[in-house]
């Protein structure tokens, strides 16, 4: 117990202690302010997460090894017509009427398709294929450029020269080689003025290759840059020239194709080449 006489006592001295409260009374004031022990603080559970109304949900199967999904909601527009801005169409599939006209009209369009490619090999001057012909033979390798379905055409070209055992590549692949003296360089485009193909065109001419172009134009860049020129215009069946009905420079893709396996057959038939031996280097890993 705090004698409190001595204090006063202590306190009416004037002693050192004067003003703080002796140690008993201190400790106690000092429990009686302290605050009170901290309660846990209870851990968070989330509930259930807020739906978000932007996000579109989709039903997920419970049970089962596969899902279902999503349907496509097919527009109230017509298919195929045309968008506002006149850059697309709203829907995938072909009108049931346009199916059944389809067979109908597939007999004619076979028969164009055949007519305007006959034409169109059929005015390809034999003297250009065959300086192409030995433009290739005397190449140390040869490499195509293109673009498009165009690159499509010459690369199947390029796949028949190396069966045949030519050292042949395709620009764009990561193996192709340098050119130089010596190399033949094939361009194949309709219009003879892609860009890219005309880049590719003055680089392998200014390495000193041979500029041989497949091309629709003659007159064009790549016409009047090329050292030897196989001219392959497009006609209609009636062989009316630059008159296809097919798809703008379908008809020239088409017989670049043909134009290229026409040179092999030549080449097969001249004896130039094997068969049997082109068969031997074709792959095996397909």
Do not use: W
Not at 104 to 127: I, M, S, Y
Not at 173 to 184: E, F, Q, Y
Not at 239 to 262: K, N, P, R
């Amino acid at each position: 117990m705090v004698n409190i006489g001595r204090y006063r006592a202590s306190m009416a001295r004037g002693r050192k202690g004067e003003g703080r409260l002796p140690p008993p009374l201190a400790r106690a004031r000092v429990r009686a302010c302290a605050p009170p022990a901290c309660a846990p603080v209870p851990r968070h559970r989330p509930g259930p997460p807020t739906p978000n109304p932007m996000r579109r949900s989709v039903s997920r199967p419970t049970s089962g090894p596969t899902r279902s999904l999503p349907v496509i909601q097919k527009s109230d527009q017509p298919t195929g017509a045309a968008s506002a801005e006149g850059t697309g169409t709203t829907g995938v599939a072909f009108p049931p009427q346009s199916i059944a006209e389809c067979e109908r009209q597939f007999v004619a369009a076979r028969r164009t398709v055949l007519d305007e490619n006959g034409v169109a090999l059929q005015a390809v001057a034999p003297a250009e294929a065959a300086a192409l012909a030995e433009a290739i033979s005397q190449a140390g390798q040869v490499v195509v450029i293109g673009a498009g379905r165009s690159k499509l055409a010459v690369e199947a070209f390029a796949m028949r020269l190396a069966h045949m055992g030519l050292s042949a590549h395709v620009s764009s692949d990561v193996t192709a080689p340098p050119v130089g003296d010596g190399d033949l360089v094939i361009a194949c485009s309709g219009s003879g003025e892609t860009a890219g193909v005309l880049q590719l065109a003055d680089s392998a001419r200014q390495a000193g290759a041979r500029l041989a172009a497949v091309l629709a134009h003659p007159e064009s860049q790549l016409g009047r840059a090329a050292d030897l020129r196989v001219v392959l215009r497009e006609y209609d069946g009636d062989g009316t020239v630059d008159a296809s009905h097919q798809f703008i420079g379908t008809l020239f893709e088409q017989s670049a194709l043909l134009l290229f396996d026409t040179v092999v057959l030549a080449l097969e038939r001249a004896g130039a080449v094997d068969p049997e031996s082109m068969r031997r280097r074709h792959t095996n890993m397909e």
